[in-house]
């Protein structure tokens, strides 16, 4: 049990701190799968380029941390759709996220080669 003096923590049970950690990723989980959910609607709805690249980037900012596959896939998308309109700054943003999903997947050659892109 997690306890306090003057409201800092003073002792923190491995029960309650294993606990948190698992309440804190299945949060954050359903956080990134909701707002993916909702930004693939606007995504499909949507005809400008440069919101459509920036909305790809966001899913993939979004799951970098939970599913790198897709955070590259859409990454992906949104790298394309950046070169073919010249969007550059959503081009080496989402180059980030791709190189970062890599770095993460311990796929370090392909990391450093997005970030070489850059």
Known sequence: MAE?????LTHWSPN???SMLVL???LSFQQASSLTDSLRQVIYATKDPIIKADLYHQV???NYAIDQD???AYA???INLAEKHGFDKVKAN??????????IKLS???????HIML
Request: aromatic residues 10%; glycine residues 6%.
């Open 16 to 18: 309650i701190n294993h």
């Open 108 to 114: 370090f050659d392909s990391a450093l080669q997005t």
């Open 4 to 8: 306090t003096h003057h409201g800092i």
């Open 60 to 62: 993939a900012k979004a």
């Open 70 to 72: 897709l955070s590259i």
């Open 94 to 103: 989402s180059l980030n996220i791709k190189g970062v999903s890599f770095l």
């Open 76 to 78: 992906d998308s949104a």
């Open 24 to 26: 804190f990723f299945l």
